[in-house]
């Protein structure tokens, strides 16, 4: 009998038939992601007064979330690799709702912080979403198909705030919590019916499976591509970070205004997928990322230097943030990509390690961000962070570069 053959050549031979989702269920999963850790940024000033506590305390609900999804990542690879994708996919989803409910209901804000990090289980979406696409494309392909599912995801986080803002002025900070549900519930529901089984379970034991790590670690190409990505996803992080305190504190914003222009990155974010899904099979992905993170970089530069001349406003600040958007759309795909094809057999673990890179220096920055900022300094802080570490994107991209020339790759 001819061996069967996923569209990767993979040999699929007693393997339960490949029912890959459409796009639609996976933006929901890499979008609910996204949504749950931005749709309330605009109520922060409000949360804080309505739980009596500091701004700085009730910030850290955006740097919990970020830490608490790297470690989750940590654990999701080896543990899907081992399972299959779509049953933690749907247990992660449930406890995401549980989560929900209990940060609504929460009588203080130690307790909402407690299921705001348990809400970061909604992140097996994302990753599994991910190494699903991995599972049945090639590198390029698969960088394309990405590109697509986060171009159509950038939506989601573009609207998040947004809708967050004006749900906080009409219904109060609750408002966007009782969404999440709903589209939780939606999207669990979804992936029960669309999500099929991509991956081929690998029969061994988790802790084999973490074993496995090592091979990872010592790929200097693995490195580079997630290097790339966190660093320049940390310019993003840094930003979810401070640019609420920057909206209200020193340009006056109230919620609605700020959710309109903290939209800003997103559509970058999304022009970014858009070349990314349309142009990365074509420039090939290490091309792809290093374009991205000049485009970053650029950005962020132009906005320090017109902000030193005297003629920072609210419009620059916000304006030159679509570039961070439009570079990080491009080099996220992309660096994901490459970073799942180093060893694809590991595909979900790769993502796993490198996902939880990302999201752990994503959730340091962030807190480093808001615990910079005060009225008096400005955005000063936050645009040399997120100078600093778009710099550093560069470099990493151009060893992953170096090192295939070195490799004859």
Not at 346 to 351: E, G, K, P, R
């Amino acid at each position: 009998m001819a061996n069967r053959q996923d569209p990767a050549g993979q040999d699929t031979r007693g393997v339960r038939p490949r029912t890959p989702p459409h796009i639609g269920t996976l933006i929901l999963l890499s979008g609910l992601s996204a949504l749950g850790m931005n749709i309330f940024l605009p109520s922060l000033p409000g949360m804080t007064a309505y739980f009596q506590t500091d701004y700085r305390l009730m910030q850290l609900s955006v740097a919990l979330y970020l830490g608490v999804n790297a470690v989750i990542q940590l654990l999701i690879g080896p543990i899907a690799d081992n399972m299959g994708r779509r049953p933690v996919i749907l247990w992660g989803l449930a406890l995401f709702l549980i989560a929900t409910l209990g940060c609504l209901f929460a009588p203080s804000v130690e307790t909402f912080l407690l299921f705001r990090m348990c809400q970061a289980v909604a992140v097996v979406g994302m990753v599994l979403g991910r190494a699903a696409v991995r599972d049945v494309y090639p590198a390029d392909k698969a960088a394309s198909m990405i590109g697509y599912v986060t171009m159509g995801m950038a939506i989601v986080p573009m609207m998040g705030p947004i809708a967050g803002g004006f749900l906080d002025q009409i219904f109060g900070w609750k408002a966007n919590f009782w969404l999440l549900i709903l589209l939780g519930a939606l999207t669990l529901g979804l992936t029960y019916v669309d999500f099929g089984e991509t991956g081929r379970k690998s029969g061994k034991t988790l802790v084999a499976q973490f074993r496995e790590y090592p091979e990872l670690l010592r790929s200097p190409r693995f490195w580079g591509y997630t290097l790339a990505a966190a660093f320049s996803s940390g310019c993003f992080f840094a930003y979810l970070g401070g640019a609420p305190f920057v909206g209200t504190e020193v340009y006056g914003l109230d919620a609605g205004l700020l959710g309109i222009y903290f939209g800003a990155p997103a559509l970058g974010y999304l022009v970014g997928n858009f070349f990314s899904g349309r142009y990365s099979a074509r420039a090939g992905i290490n091309r792809m990322v290093l374009w991205g993170c000049l485009t970053c970089t650029s950005g962020v530069a132009v906005s320090l230097v017109v902000l030193a001349a005297g003629a920072g406003s609210v419009e620059t600040f916000f304006g030159f943030m679509t570039f961070v958007g439009l570079g990080n759309g491009m080099v996220l795909p992309n660096a994901t990509a490459g970073a799942l094809s180093v060893r694809p057999h590991l595909a979900a673990t790769a993502s796993g390690l490198s996902g939880a890179t990302m999201l752990g220096g994503g959730a340091g920055l962030s807190a480093l961000a808001g615990a910079l900022l005060t009225p008096a300094s400005g955005a000063w802080p936050l645009l040399a962070i997120m100078l600093t570490v778009s710099v550093l994107s560069i470099g990493a991209i151009l060893l992953v570069i170096a090192r295939e020339r070195q490799l004859g790759l």
